[in-house]
């Protein structure tokens, strides 16, 4: 029972992980709080249903899987691309709450949008792949889960060797650094923060279509919760920091479920949780777990 | 022998340079850099140094006024282009990129060139320069010392395979073995065939590599002469040299 609660911890963590990181990226380079990043996630939910709806099999199956999260990153990462471009770019040199108030704005802008011209109703989302439950003697646990948790993981795993190893990956943490410095080393800055966008758009609308199939369900506000969390997760960890979104996902996940499973009428609480934890790191250690910069020698 | 014009690498033209909308830090700073000198800009705290190689490298457009790299206007355009057009500009404080390792500093250097044949040479021979730079290349840079520090700096600006390599303040918060190291290296690297763009407070060590120099003084150059006679010069003497 523990153990089964303990995967199913990591599992929801899984998705709030991949969340995070989009929190943290751009928070990373920019130091904004992209609120928006919860209607990008929200609206790759929608772009997945479509694109099972219209281009996979009925079926489903793996190839569908596939088909359904590449749509969804690609519309979530391209949407990303455009709410900096759109939203933030232009005032990139104003006061820092001005950014702020556009991510909102943009957010309440989407979730209308979706709400209009899409659909106000609760949408059933598929499982996509078929369900079974599999026992491993000492736990049972179902596909769905072993498949959110591993592809989550394998997302994770490619962002880390995009980060660490690849061109691009080093000019984001050089930006992150320093972005005036970035520029004088023929870094295109805005490539780079584009780039950023894409990047965590793209992992929102994968954590979109695995959140949907988690819930079986999708609706124009269901980024909220989700956001939230994640966020919470980001600043847990320590935000801007790469493998801190990465482990306070996982903690808050894990809290989340154990808090629901073990608490007086926790289930219907456990929505709660998130905010405790976020009021409590903001009050206790702000920078977070793993939210540690190394100082620059004068 | 003095150069010709026809060798001119970098013109100003009567720059401006404001922050916010009140504070004038250049006011009308005309300047000449031929290929191949070192060329020193002293002046004393807040004279206007940082702020006129921030307006060269794009991080300050200037406000009025020309700037012209090897003939062509670069007033308007952004740092990351100004840089890939050939000028390298190691800020005041070092700015090296702490989380990332030595190595990944340097090549950061060269993020906008293609010729991996030669990124790997300029990698070896920035390691020939700075041979503690390859003991450390997995160290992180935030982690090296101050001088280690400025001599990443001056690594990885070499790294973009400047033709103009602008230097602020190479000597700040350094002891004097290693400020002589670093303008030991200076002076190698123009041997080598990089123009030098060199503001220093140290004004003696400053006019002792560079051929020509200017004075800065509250946003204007003062005075323009070439480096011996400066030493020479009475003013400067009492003002920079503390004579
Ligand atoms: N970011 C800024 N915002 C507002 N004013 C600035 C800024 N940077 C510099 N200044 C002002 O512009 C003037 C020139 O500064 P600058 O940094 O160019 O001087 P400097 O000659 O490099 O001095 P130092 O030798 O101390 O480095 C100073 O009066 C300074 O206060
Ligand atoms: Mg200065």
């Known amino acids: 029972m523990f153990i089964e609660q303990l995967f199913n911890g990591l599992v929801l963590g899984s998705i709030y992980s991949l969340i995070a990181l989009g929190y943290t990226l751009v928070y990373g380079i920019l130091m904004m709080i992209n609120f928006a990043h919860s209607e990008v996630l929200m609206v790759g939910a929608f772009v997945g249903l479509a694109a099972y709806t219209l281009l996979a099999p009925p079926a489903g199956g793996w190839v569908a899987l596939v088909l359904v999260l590449l749509v969804a990153m690609t519309a979530s990462g391209l949407l990303g691309i455009v709410i900096e471009k759109l939203a933030y770019r232009p005032l990139r040199q104003a006061a820092r709450l001005a950014p702020l108030i556009s991510a909102i704005g943009v957010s309440i802008i989407l979730s209308n949008a979706v709400f209009l011209w899409v659909s106000n109703q609760l949408l059933s989302f598929p499982k996509v792949v078929p369900e079974q439950s599999i026992s491993l003697g000492f736990m049972k646990i179902g596909s769905l889960q072993i498949l959110i948790f591993f592809t989550s993981l394998i997302l994770m795993a490619v962002l880390h060797f995009m980060v660490q190893k690849t061109k691009m990956g080093k000019a984001m943490r050089a930006c992150a650094d320093d972005l005036t410095t970035s520029g004088l080393m023929g870094i295109d800055v805005n490539k780079v923060i584009a780039f950023t966008f894409l990047i965590g758009g793209a992992l929102a609308g994968a954590a979109g279509v695995l959140n949907g199939m988690y819930y079986g369900s999708i609706k124009y506000n269901l980024g909220f919760l989700p956001g939230v969390k994640a966020f919470t997760a980001a600043v847990l960890g320590g935000i801007g920091n790469i493998a801190g979104a990465v482990l306070g996902g996982f903690l808050l996940g894990i809290l989340e479920v154990m808090a629901a499973g073990y608490l007086p009428n926790g289930s219907q609480w456990k929505d709660v949780f998130a905010f405790v934890v976020l009021i409590g790191v903001l009050l206790i250690r702000p920078s977070g777990i793993l939210g540690e910069r190394i100082a620059e020698k004068i | ?243």
């Open chain 2, 1 to 243: 022998m003095p150069p010709t014009d026809n060798a001119l690498i970098l013109e100003l033209k009567n720059i401006h340079a404001v922050y916010g909308k009140k504070i004038h830090a250049l006011k009308g700073v005309n300047l000449k850099i031929h290929t191949g000198e070192i060329v020193a800009l002293i002046g004393s705290n807040g004279a206007g140094k940082t702020t006129l190689l921030k307006t060269i490298s794009g991080v300050l457009p200037a406000e009025q006024g020309d700037i012209l790299f090897k003939g062509r206007a670069i007033q308007n355009i952004k740092p990351h282009e100004i840089a890939c057009l050939g000028i390298a500009h190691v800020p005041e404080g070092r700015k090296i990129f702490p989380r990332l390792t030595v190595l990944e500093n340097l090549e950061m250097g060269a993020f906008s060139r293609v010729d991996a044949g030669g990124i790997e040479r300029d990698l070896r021979h920035a390691f020939e320069l700075f041979p503690i730079l390859k003991e450390r290349r997995g160290q992180l840079g935030g982690t090296l010392s101050g001088g280690e520090q400025q001599m990443l700096a001056m690594a990885r600006a070499l790294m973009m395979k400047p033709e103009l390599l602008m230097l602020d303040e190479p000597s700040m918060g350094l002891a004097p073995v290693i400020t002589d190291k670093i303008f030991e290296i200076i002076a190698a690297i123009n041997k080598e065939g990089k123009t030098v763009f060199l503001v220093e407070q140290n004004a003696r060590r400053a006019l002792s590599v560079a051929s020509r120099a200017y004075v800065l003084e509250t946003g204007q150059i003062v005075s323009e002469d070439n480096a011996q006679n400066l030493l020479n010069d009475p003013k400067v003497q009492e003002a920079y040299l503390g004579v």
